[in-house]
């Protein structure tokens, strides 16, 4: 039975007759509907014939001369006698017959493809003197020497599968050689550890299997790593070796630049492939039981191998340089698809993938998001660093639980309010030039909010938002925390859950609103106008508190935070350190910019430092 790769080198070569074998043959005598005058074998005469539109009637040599292209493929031919009159064929096909005497093809000097496959060939002593040969298909021969092919010169694409043949030191000699098919042989050591090395080092594609079972792996580094996973360091990798193994990881400590033979891998679910100098997937093609394919860091460009892969249920193509996903359209059995990183513009082919649950895009070239409406599957989206202005068709995609967002061109999010209430659970839209959020009051079961560097002033949106436990709002325009205030609600409080809250870089000089956030383990206000720390004294539960860039002396109140363990208090007014003494769980103060009394530099820094508390301090 031909192999896969025994089939890709016939269509490199533009070859046809790579199919079975057992065709039976027409009449050697006779073809009905055709004249019988001037080949000695009636079937390659109605096949002439046939290609110059003459079924009947006189073949005059010019006649003869004029055809350049025979296609004579499972014709039942038996005897060659006669081509020679066809004294400028450039492409003959030959194969699926029952030729053994290549004598007459002598004549030929103009050939330049010629496909034997599948006859009963056992010598190429005839076809020498076809200097001019480019492409040649020996497959399913009895030929057990090639050395008649020395003086093929030209030959670039050269199958030989499924023969006798042992010694190929002959084609190391054919120096415009480019993919030679050697599978089904039995080939000599030599052969094996001298010749095929040295044809690989010269660039030559190689695809072999031999009798044996062994597989021969092109590039010596790819096969060091399937070795490892086969757990098998010497003696011939056989194909009960390879179908052994289920995972398999190539990364750039192992220089692997050439996956053929990989495709040996029948039983291979997962394969990962990181900061590889590999480009070609094609011998990917006939991995159909792969699961799982990551590649990442590796400029691959070309998917088309991936088309049929029709049990891959997740694949990452994170900066794999990819512009063209269209070859992905038709791995609907996906299930996660990451694309960060690459120079994708358009998502069309997306529109397929309908049982997409996850999708990343982030930093790439979208602007659109429409295809995606019919992903109603789809659970988390990941779209960050783009150029993305519409949310308009977000709402139609019922089950997202997660929206990525953030460093997008994003100005107007009205659309946002038509979204399922229950949904979503994490949103990120920062770093958009963003002003208004009230369309967001409607999504109340908010869990994780990001609105850090947009333009926002206006808080109200959020009062009603009870089961916040992650909100960032640095980097916006607020001066007014009032509408966060916990008293006087219901349910236990508006966020009363809310874990980490960051408003640095705002225009914030009042905490008042937040006294009563007593679960909050986090807290940041950087660069803001806070003076006074009341407000958080007895929040029991923050361990993280940083409040560089503000106008704060008075420490006092920190004492009874007593879970803090580290504080940013760079650049404010800070003088004495006293209260820190009381906070037994402290690991860490950073004190820089601070006009620090002489007894706190000289004594207060030391004996923090004596409880091996570090302590930043630029004096």
């Known amino acids: 039975m031909k192999i896969l790769a025994a089939l890709l080198l016939c269509a490199t070569m533009g070859l046809l007759g790579c199919g ?21 074998d009636a079937a390659l005469e109605a096949a002439v014939r046939s ?18 292209t025979l296609d004579a493929t499972e014709r039942g031919i038996v005897d060659l006698e006669g081509i020679g009159q066809v004294t400028d064929l450039r492409q ?42 480019t492409h040649l298909n020996l497959d399913f021969n009895l030929l057990r020497s090639v050395a008649s092919l020395r003086s093929l010169s030209s030959l670039q694409v050269l199958n030989l599968g499924s023969n006798r043949i042992r010694d190929i030191s002959v084609l190391v000699e054919l120096r415009q050689l480019q993919s030679v098919e050697l599978s089904g042989n039995p080939l000599a050591t030599a052969a094996l550890d001298e010749h095929l090395p040295a044809l690989v080092r010269r660039g030559v594609q190689v695809s072999l299997y031999t009798t044996a079972g062994q597989v021969f792996i092109p590039d010596l580094r790819l096969e060091a790593v399937i070795r490892r996973a086969a757990n098998k360091n010497l003696g011939g990798l056989t194909r009960e070796d390879l179908g052994r193994i289920s995972r398999l990881r190539i990364t750039a400590d192992d ?15 997962i394969l990962e492939i990181a900061e590889s100098q590999v480009r070609d997937l094609s011998p990917l093609a006939g991995l159909v039981n792969l699961g799982t394919l990551r590649i990442t860091t590796t400029s691959v460009q070309d998917l088309t191998a991936l088309t049929d892969l029709n049990r891959l249920t997740l694949l990452t193509l994170d900066e794999a340089a990819v512009q063209d996903i269209a070859p992905l359209a038709d791995i609907q059995s996906l299930q996660v698809l990451s694309l960060r990183g690459n ?42 660093m783009n150029s993305i202005a519409d949310v308009t068709d977000l709402p139609l995609l019922r089950n997202l639980e997660e929206i990525h967002l953030a460093k997008n061109l994003i100005t107007d999010i009205s659309p946002l309010q038509e979204m399922d209430l229950r949904s979503p659970r994490i949103l990120d839209l920062s770093d958009n030039a963003i002003e208004d959020i009230s369309a967001l009051s409607r999504l109340e079961r908010m869990n994780d909010l990001n609105l850090s560097g947009n333009q926002i002033e206006d808080l ?63 807290l940041r206000f950087l660069h803001n106008q806070v003076s006074d720390l ?7 539960n923050i361990r993280e508190l940083d409040f560089a860039g503000n106008e704060v002396v008075d420490l006092s109140p920190l004492a009874k935070v007593i879970q803090l363990r580290r504080i940013g208090a760079v650049l404010n007014r800070i003088e004495d350190l006293t209260p820190l003494f009381d906070l037994r769980s402290l690991e860490f103060v950073a004190l820089s910019g601070n006009p620090l009394s002489n007894a706190a530099v000289a004594e207060q820094v030391a004996a923090l430092r004596e409880r091996e508390i570090e302590v930043e301090l630029v004096e």
């Not at 049982?355 to 979208?366: A, F, K, P, Y």
Request: hydrophobic residues 40%; without cysteine; glycine residues 6%.
């Open 20 to 40: 079975e074998r057992n065709r039976v043959p027409l009449d050697a005598t006779t073809v009905r509907g055709f004249e019988h005058s001037f080949f000695a």
């Open 534 to 540: 009341s407000p958080l004294e007895g929040h029991n």
């Open 51 to 68: 290609a110059l539109g003459r079924p009947r009637g006189v073949l005059e040599p010019a006649v003869l001369s004029a055809l350049e």
């Open 255 to 269: 220089r692997v630049t050439d996956l053929r033979g990989i495709n040996f891998l029948r039983n291979l679910r």
């Open 343 to 384: 120079r994708i513009s358009d998502l069309q082919a997306l529109t397929e993938l309908t049982g997409l649950l996850r999708l990343d895009i982030t930093d790439n070239e979208v602007t659109d998001l429409r295809p995606l409406r019919l992903l109603q599957l789809l659970r988390v989206l990941h779209a960050d």
């Open 92 to 133: 003959l096909r030959l194969a699926h017959n029952q030729v053994r005497d290549l004598t007459p093809l002598r004549a030929l000097d103009s050939l330049r493809v010629l496909d034997l496959a599948d006859n009963r060939v056992f010598s190429l002593t005839a076809i020498a003197p076809l200097s001019r040969l």
């Open 460 to 522: 109200t949106a959020l009062e009603s938002h009870a089961f916040l436990r992650t909100l960032d709002l640095s980097g916006n325009q607020i001066s007014d925390l009032s509408p966060l205030g916990i008293n006087g609600s219901g349910r236990g409080g508006r966020f009363g859950s809310l874990r980490i809250l960051d408003v640095s870089n705002n225009q914030i000089s009042d905490l008042s609103p937040l006294a009563d956030y007593r679960a909050l383990t986090l």
